[in-house]
């Protein structure tokens, strides 16, 4: 040991540092002793011995130990409905309607003209009924705890039709026939991978069959020798059996995208009027809600769902209900809801807006990364239009002796992240995904990294 490290201060006296006491008026006094203690153990672990200034070193380890896990990210990958990066953004109204609900009583399970106990089931029903045209409505944590309750309340024990075509892994841990199982129904598989007729269905529908379900194929496309009943074709066929038909439409799409050609996915409002009994889908995808999974159909139907007890195991909390009340309401305009919904405002941005903004952002960018304009392609993300492409224009940057990937990494670390895409030896930056203002706090980042 040498005199440098043998001559370490005491905890009390770093405590009484005045600049160490200046944190106390930020921080419980046990959490700025414990970070004393550790810049103690580490200037006796370390070679370099002591760090040159206690008081930062402290700082620095009590910001790092106060950080919360859950943070805000700068998505510059260009994948507007990232699963991993939580998905969709929420419109301002959104968020505003969760802070006033957030902070104090509501009335979520109370009938104001009463004075006795309501039903939160009654918060978004209205909004949904009115914005898909279903007769009643249902909202759940999300749209796999959907699928499981609807499964559940119509065919526990019984069997339920299902296209082979259709038994997909949504991601992770999410594989349908694993759900359908989970929720008490017997999965009966019908046709084949790539075809399945009317015909298929057709014959497997005998006494044990409580349902037909369409799961829609999320996050692939099939093509080539391939063939798939129309909903409205199926719907007409559950009708004459008398058998409930589930479709879950997966991204929760309510607008109309098709003027931007963004027409594979399909809208909830068309299921239903396919004449699905209950459409089901997520409040966080294209609908650019809050964590949710809906459940929109025929009064019964919503109903044995809504009384059913796995319901009060998924049921939604008060700030989603909030958040994904007011995002609901942007729909009753088409173009408010383009303008304020900020996954819809993202994959509508316009060619030229996005050159903009890549030329501001390359702008802000250090020269020594020598930041270039690249054209290049954003994704839908979430499962959601897989085939779709959209034009963008993307910030190239050159990492030099650190490296895509090193650079890429001191990005994610810095205060606040910055998640990037790397490809052909390059970091590149998706202005589509990224805040308007962004421009600024990404060249910080970077300036940041290329210290760090
Ligand atoms: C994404 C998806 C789900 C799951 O939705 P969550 O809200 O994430 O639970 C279910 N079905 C389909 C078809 C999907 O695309």
């Given at each position: 040991?040498?005199?440098?490290?043998?001559?370490?201060?005491?905890?009390?006296?770093?405590l009484?540092?005045?600049?160490?006491?200046?944190?106390?008026?930020?921080?419980?006094?046990?959490?700025?002793?414990?970070?004393?203690?550790?810049a103690?153990?580490?200037a006796?672990?370390?070679?370099a011995?002591?760090?040159?200034?206690?008081?930062?070193?402290?700082?620095?380890?009590?910001?790092?130990r106060?950080?919360?896990g859950?943070r805000?990210v700068?998505n510059a990958?260009?994948?507007?409905v990232?699963?991993?990066l939580?998905?969709?953004?929420?419109?301002?109204?959104?968020v505003?309607?969760?802070?006033a609900?957030?902070?104090?009583y509501?009335?979520?399970?109370f009938d104001?003209?009463?004075?006795?106990?309501?039903?939160?089931?009654?918060h978004?029903r209205?909004?949904?009924?009115?914005?898909?045209?279903?007769?009643?409505a249902?909202?759940?944590n999300?749209?796999?705890?959907?699928?499981?309750?609807?499964?559940?309340?119509?065919?526990?024990?019984?069997?339920?039709?299902?296209?082979?075509?259709?038994?997909?892994e949504?991601?992770?841990?999410?594989?349908?026939?694993?759900?359908?199982?989970?929720?008490?129904?017997?999965?009966?598989?019908?046709?084949?991978?790539?075809?399945?007729?009317?015909?298929?269905?057709?014959?497997a529908?005998?006494g044990?069959?409580a349902?037909?379900?369409?799961?829609?194929?999320?996050?692939?496309?099939?093509?080539?020798?391939v063939?798939?009943?129309?909903?409205?074709?199926?719907?007409?066929?559950?009708?004459?059996?008398?058998?409930?038909?589930?479709?879950?439409?997966?991204?929760?799409?309510?607008?109309?995208?098709?003027?931007?050609?963004?027409?594979?996915?399909?809208?909830?409002?068309?299921?239903?009027?396919?004449?699905a009994?209950?459409?089901?889908?997520?409040?966080?995808?294209?609908?650019?809600?809050p964590?949710?999974?809906?459940?929109?159909?025929?009064?019964?139907?919503?109903?044995?769902?809504?009384?059913?007890p796995?319901?009060?195991?998924?049921?939604?909390?008060?700030?989603t209900?909030?958040?994904?009340?007011?995002?609901?309401?942007?729909?009753?305009?088409?173009d408010?809801?383009?303008?304020?919904?900020?996954v819809l405002r993202?994959?509508?941005?316009?060619?030229?807006?996005?050159?903009?903004?890549?030329?501001?952002?390359?702008?802000?960018?250090?020269s020594?990364?020598?930041?270039t304009?690249?054209?290049?392609?954003?994704?839908?993300?979430?499962?959601?239009?897989?085939?779709?492409?959209?034009?963008?224009?993307?910030?190239?940057?050159?990492?030099?002796?650190?490296?895509?990937?090193?650079l890429?990494?001191?990005?994610?670390?810095?205060?606040?992240?910055v998640?990037?895409?790397?490809?052909?030896?390059?970091?590149l930056l998706?202005?589509?995904?990224?805040?308007?203002?962004?421009?600024?706090?990404?060249g910080?980042?970077?300036?940041?990294?290329?210290?760090?």
């Amino acid at each position: 040991m040498n005199d440098r490290r043998r001559a370490l201060p005491s905890v009390d006296r770093l405590l009484h540092e005045p600049e160490v006491q200046t944190l106390l008026a930020a921080a419980p006094r046990a959490a700025v002793v414990t970070a004393i203690r550790e810049a103690l153990d580490a200037a006796r672990t370390r070679r370099a011995g002591p760090p040159e200034d206690w008081a930062t070193d402290i700082r620095e380890r009590l910001a790092e130990r106060r950080r919360p896990g859950l943070r805000p990210v700068l998505n510059a990958t260009g994948v507007v409905v990232h699963t991993n990066l939580g998905r969709a953004p929420l419109a301002e109204s959104a968020v505003q309607a969760m802070t006033a609900i957030a902070a104090g009583y509501s009335n979520l399970e109370f009938d104001l003209d009463t004075g006795t106990r309501g039903s939160r089931t009654d918060h978004c029903r209205e909004l949904l009924r009115r914005v898909t045209g279903a007769p009643d409505a249902l909202v759940v944590n999300n749209a796999a705890g959907a699928l499981v309750l609807a499964l559940n309340a119509l065919a526990a024990g019984r069997d339920v039709l299902i296209s082979r075509g259709e038994l997909i892994e949504i991601g992770g841990s999410f594989r349908i026939p694993d759900i359908m199982t989970r929720s008490g129904a017997r999965l009966r598989e019908v046709g084949t991978t790539n075809r399945t007729h009317l015909d298929d269905y057709r014959q497997a529908l005998d006494g044990d069959v409580a349902a037909m379900l369409t799961v829609h194929r999320s996050n692939f496309a099939q093509v080539g020798f391939v063939a798939s009943p129309e909903p409205a074709a199926l719907a007409a066929l559950a009708v004459e059996a008398e058998v409930p038909y589930l479709h879950d439409v997966g991204s929760g799409l309510l607008a109309d995208l098709a003027p931007w050609g963004l027409t594979s996915e399909p809208r909830v409002a068309d299921a239903l009027a396919a004449g699905a009994g209950l459409v089901l889908f997520s409040g966080d995808k294209l609908l650019g809600g809050p964590q949710a999974g809906c459940v929109v159909g025929g009064s019964a139907l919503v109903a044995r769902c809504r009384d059913n007890p796995l319901a009060r195991a998924m049921r939604a909390d008060k700030l989603t209900l909030a958040a994904l009340g007011a995002t609901l309401a942007l729909y009753e305009d088409a173009d408010t809801s383009v303008r304020e919904i900020p996954v819809l405002r993202m994959l509508t941005l316009a060619a030229a807006e996005l050159e903009q903004r890549a030329t501001r952002l390359a702008a802000e960018c250090p020269s020594v990364l020598g930041p270039t304009l690249v054209p290049g392609e954003s994704a839908v993300g979430g499962g959601s239009f897989p085939n779709a492409a959209l034009p963008t224009t993307l910030v190239a940057l050159d990492a030099g002796a650190l490296g895509p990937d090193g650079l890429a990494l001191r990005l994610r670390l810095g205060d606040p992240p910055v998640i990037a895409r790397v490809s052909a030896g390059r970091v590149l930056l998706d202005p589509r995904t990224l805040p308007d203002d962004a421009a600024p706090h990404i060249g910080r980042a970077l300036a940041q990294a290329l210290l760090a």
